[in-house]
């Protein structure tokens, strides 16, 4: 948050050093043979801080979600290496990364088909304490009672089904199982998308709360930049699996550099009449590009107003501009 | 005459766990050529709404307990079904939220495309393609020619929500309902989509009901802006009076709980509580049990809509008596 004090050192808790994610696409029946790869997440170098909320932006298909589940192992990334607290996921043993896994926990954007239909929520918080022995059978009870009171859930709704709630209780029994471990990170993959905004503010303020008191990092995957823009400290803006912007979060979104992100911000419909009415708006033209043979050069250059020829001859890097931001544009000195 | 007058609608749901009052007293109107935007929260009945004007209400357990829905002079719940199948799909069309569930898989779009023409249109199948090719050029499908033949999986979702205006509106409809189009899409797709929709009606000169609870969207798009909680209008104004002057708790509400009107590190407001469950619905206003200004006469009958300026209405019994402080 803005206003507080720096904090002492702060310690990069999560570390992404050119993180690739390329899935292999097959032809043929009986011989197979790879013609190509979806480069869903294609060299992210990414660093996040204890207690930081970093927001990661972008279209659907950009890699968001891939890059999320490649930062939590559960999709092993192609090259390049992820590192929690000094240790690289991709060698750690299947030991060493079944304790790492407490201290990288996730939320899903779907509550409803996040959450096992057939267990009540004593089962599903307890669950996990179990499996990673944090607490014997005894003592499960206090802890699941106090989990509940954590995200706002009165303990005594702990024999409920999953259905027996809405949306946003349903969003709160995935935080609290997410925090049942007492992690270090979470990564939220558009934890709010599927609730309405009344709804969506309470999730939001949990969240924000509990970064705060349990000095949690938070990765917050959204597309709705106005969300991310209030509850992340920094944010990274995603294109087609690159990283194209970076930077706090209300320097990028305020006053964003990259054209895509310039495109990105001016698309978000403002609730005001007078203001929406009077504004000019870069409407993108087309889709993004395909994963699969992405263009060369800049990826984002047949949809930048922009583009130059020389857009197309070498992927630009991300470099720094400004305090505590970068962009990867080559023009970004040239633009308006 | 305005071209939709709707009036009582009372759509319910009688189900096993009771009767859900979906849709409970609503009445409104559409002039030609206007936008009207209905906002409200999942469970407020507007898609609802849409569903009943379109006949697209499954009974049951639906029942449409009262009300009028008349287009142009015809009660669309009271006339024959051949009456209703030609002003419905035709002069009054409608396009869904999930463009990846509403068309159908099996077919090429150029067969999608065409099929409320030739149901409608009294044209030859070659005179309905070359309409459909111009259509799908107009929402801006590139090379409509080739992809026309193409099916929906080979889409992307902007794409195919593009596919889904272009069959709402090759009948050239008076009326496009549009609910929550651009919901499942990005923003980019979003911007595209809505600039898309504003130019076509501009060249039809045809109405829309634009359904969505991005309050965002309807201040960039509509002329006026309804309202919806529990089944119900709670306020109605043109646009520019609802965001200046909103006057109904809960729009207040609603625009107090959108995160960029708010600043940066300090909680969001919210609306305490839960949207209420309309099969257990309460005698009074069914916003007071989450309304800051709430008090006993809230509780008492359900507050009317009423006009408390022209053009604006809403349904506070407690603004109207004064009791609340109109620019608090």
Known sequence: MPDEPPRAVPENILELRDVRTHFPIHRGFLVKRQTGAVRAVDGVTLSVRQGEVLGLVGESGCGKSTLARTILHLIPATSGAVILNGRNLGQASRTQLLACRRDLQMVFQDPYASLNPRMTVRAMLAEPLLAHRICGKKDVQGRVDELMRIVGLAPRFARKYPHEFSGGQRQRIAIARALALRPKIIVADEPVSALDVSIQAQILNLLSHLCREMHLALIFIAHDLSVVRHISDRVAVMYLGKIVELGPAEDVIDRPRHPYTRALVSAIPVPDPEVERARQRIVLQGDPPSPINPPPGCAFHPRCPYAIARCREAVPPLVPCGPSREAACIRLDELP | ?328
């Open chain 2, 1 to 328: 005459m305005p071209l939709l007058t709707v009036t009582d609608l009372r759509t319910h749901f009688h189900t096993r766990n009771g009767v859900y009052r979906a849709v409970d007293g609503v009445s409104f109107h559409v002039e030609r050529g206007e936008t009207l935007g209905v906002v409200g929260e999942s469970g407020s009945g507007k898609s609802v709404t849409c569903y009943t004007i379109m006949g697209l209400v499954p009974q049951p357990p639906g029942r449409i307990e009262s009300g009028s829905v008349v287009f142009d002079g015809v009660d669309l719940l009271r006339c024959s079904p051949k009456v209703a199948r030609s002003v419905r799909g035709k002069r009054v069309s409608m396009i869904f939220q999930d463009p990846m569930t509403s068309l159908n898989p099996y077919l090429r779009i150029s067969e999608q495309v065409i099929e409320p023409l030739l149901i409608h249109g009294n044209v030859s199948r070659k005179d309905a393609l070359g309409r459909a090719l111009a259509m799908m050029e107009a929402v801006g499908i590139n090379d409509a020619a080739h992809r026309i033949h193409f099916y929906p999986h080979e889409f992307s979702g902007g794409m195919r929500q593009r596919v889904m205006i272009a069959m709402a509106l090759i009948t050239r409809p008076e009326l496009l309902i549009a609910d929550e189009p651009t919901t499942a899409l990005d923003v980019t797709v979003q911007a595209q989509i809505l600039e898309l929709i504003r130019r076509l009606q501009h060249e039809l000169g045809m109405a829309v009901i634009y359904v969505t609870h991005d309050l965002g969207v309807v201040a960039g798009l509509c002329d006026r802006v309804q309202v919806m909680y529990a089944g119900r209008i709670v306020e109605r104004a043109d646009a520019h009076a609802l965001f200046r002057s909103p006057l109904h708790p809960y729009t207040r509400a609603l625009q107090r709980s959108i995160p960029s009107l708010q600043p940066k590190g300090r909680e969001l407001f919210t609306i305490p509580g839960l949207p209420p469950d309309v099969s257990k619905l309460l005698p009074g206003c069914a916003f007071a049990p989450r309304c800051g200004f709430a008090d006993d006469a809230c509780n008492g009958a359900v507050p009317e809509l009423a006009e408390a300026a022209p053009g604006h209405s809403h349904a506070c019994i407690r603004m109207r008596a004064g009791e609340i402080d109109r620019d608090a």
